[in-house]
């Protein structure tokens, strides 16, 4: 019996931004946290976030923050100072990653 080839997986996830979340997260930042925040926003929206880009959370985050089925990048890539965090969302569309938060990574 032969088996199906494996389908190819995409090499990007697909995200959706809450405009007033993403914006009241901006009030928090610094005018570099800006610049990063709105840029990697317009890339995610347009291509997707890269799936080599996404690290797991921990169950529960900074100040007791609750996380579960969720995922972050680090800003710039790979390893910059600032952070999004995302939860996995399945609907009628598929899957995709809904934005829940932008910040220094190391504290505020």
Do not use: N
């Not at 317009?42 to 169950?59: A, C, D, F, M, V």
């Amino acid at each position: 019996m032969s088996q199906a080839p494996d389908k190819p997986r995409p090499s990007h996830a697909p995200v959706r931004f809450d405009d007033r979340i993403f914006q009241e997260d901006l009030a928090y930042t610094s005018v570099t946290g800006i610049a990063v925040a709105r840029l990697s926003r317009h890339r995610y929206e347009s291509k997707g976030i890269p799936i080599g880009e996404l690290r797991l959370t921990e169950q529960k985050g900074p100040h007791a923050a609750v996380l579960p089925r969720c995922l972050k990048v680090y800003l710039p890539p790979l390893d910059g100072p600032f952070g999004m965090v995302f939860r996995v969302m399945i609907d009628g569309d598929g899957a995709h990653l809904e934005y829940l938060a932008f910040g220094w990574r190391g504290g505020r």
